[in-house]
């Protein structure tokens, strides 16, 4: 459903407050843009928006990519994760998703996951993710956008919208799947070399953050990283990671110096003091 309708200048217009936006908005519940909202209950809720890499689930046991003993220390990455290594060796790259299907379905959401989806109580939250795994939406969260694909979806090689999920008794893809329409299909990742479908959208979620937390990542893949460039200015930055990038060209960040199961925990309370503040 589109919340924002399209007058003959091309100016578009909120569904709820008829003002006039200058960029498009498609959400059912709310305009992210002005952030009126469909229902009472919503009201006044602050927006936090979270971005999230690898480092949030690797308590869950999920292997990072460039920690020490992480995924680009024992695989080519150009080999099994970029459209060149897929056109020259799809089966390689089957099978490199094929085990982390494998490794994903012996996990479970953690303590950080969980903490996210339980802050919806008190927040509007979009959880925008480079992770491919489905451990935000397991611990509940409601608002997760993938900007590289999704390990449990598979899509047409020749149609990248048609997209189908993996059923967890078949999770072994190879050169010869065929989709229930029978196109070739692959795995749903956005390989590099590829455009990020997701970025605009993205962006346009971190343009309407009155908070915002990055966690796990170390902030190496663009265009991911530089979604922090987009935040309103003067609005509170959080990152959580043990081994956080550096945030010189950003010194009004908070970082906390965490695993993301206990850096959460801070967050938590300071989120919990921002809200009370903000009823006053
Ligand atoms: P990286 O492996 O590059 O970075 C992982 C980050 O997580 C590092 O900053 C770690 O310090 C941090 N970390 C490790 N353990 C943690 C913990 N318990 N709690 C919190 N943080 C922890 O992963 P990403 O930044 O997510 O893309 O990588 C970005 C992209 O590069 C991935 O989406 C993937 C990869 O190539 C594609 O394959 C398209």
Known sequence: MILIIQDEFHIYYCKFNK????????????????????????????????????????????????DAGGLWENYPVMQVASAQGFAQNPELVHNFYNKRRKELLKAEPNGAHKALAELEKDFDVYVITQNVDDLHER???????HLHGELMKIRSVSNPDYIETLDTDHLETTPATRGRNGDPMRPHIVFFQEPVPNIE??????????I?????????????????????????????????ASTAGHPDVTVIRKKATEGMRDLTEILHAYVEKHKK
Do not use: Q, W
Not at 139 to 145: F, I
């Open 19 to 66: 003002k006039r936006h200058t960029r498009f908005a498609p959400e059912d519940e709310k305009c992210y843009i002005c952030r009126s909202v469909k229902t009472d209950t919503m009201k006044n809720k602050p927006i936090l928006v979270i971005s999230t890499g690898a480092g949030i689930s690797a308590e869950s046991g999920i292997t990072t990519f460039r």
């Open 139 to 145: 611990a509940g969260s409601k608002n997760v956008l």
């Open 201 to 210: 959208k993205a962006v346009e979620i971190v343009m309407s953050a009155d």
């Open 212 to 244: 915002f937390v990055v966690i796990g990542t170390s902030l190496a893949v663009y265009p991911a990283a530089g979604l922090i460039e987009y935040t309103r200015p003067g609005i509170p930055v959080f990152y959580i990671d043990p081994n956080p």
